[in-house]
Nanobody, 127 residues
Framework: QVQLVESGGGLVQAGGSLRLSCVAS????????MAWFRQAPGKEREFVAA????????FYADSVKGRFTISRDNAKNTVYLQMNSLKPTDTAAYYC????????????????????WGQGTQVTVSS
């Protein structure tokens, strides 16, 4: 399994921006899927965004569509989550996840299809 390490979290005011990074220990295969999930205190882990490593197709949760952008840099084995127009409801621990299952197999939003997880990075948005 690939090891994932997130960074970039922090405290930001509502309306601000942050960029999260997730570095993989090895290069994911072109057919693999990388994703971001988040979990707020007392709530279940929820899907945020996913990207296909090869073709960079992407998929977003409705709650972040138009505000967040997922991308990847093949040369750096890194996935990013650019978060703009942040809201207090975006406050959560953000987790990077990876799976060997192709993005085009569907269920990109399902946490149980991902085998590799990072340790998480905290994002706090103040009002």
């Amino acid at each position: 399994q690939v090891q994932l390490v997130e960074s970039g979290g922090g405290l930001v005011q509502a309306g601000g921006s942050l960029r999260l990074s997730c570095v993989a220990s090895g290069r994911p295969s072109n057919s693999s899927t990388m994703a971001w999930f988040r979990q707020a205190p007392g709530k279940e882990r929820e899907f945020v965004a996913a990207i296909s490593w090869g073709l960079a197709s992407s998929f977003y949760a409705d709650s972040v569509k138009g505000r967040f952008t997922i991308s990847r840099d093949n040369a750096k084995n890194t996935v990013y989550l650019q978060m703009n127009s942040l809201k207090p409801t975006d406050t959560a621990a953000y987790y990077c996840a990876g799976r060997t299952l192709s993005f085009y197999s569907g269920r990109q939003y399902s946490a149980d299809t991902y085998a590799s997880w990072g340790q998480g990075t905290q994002v706090t948005v103040s009002s």
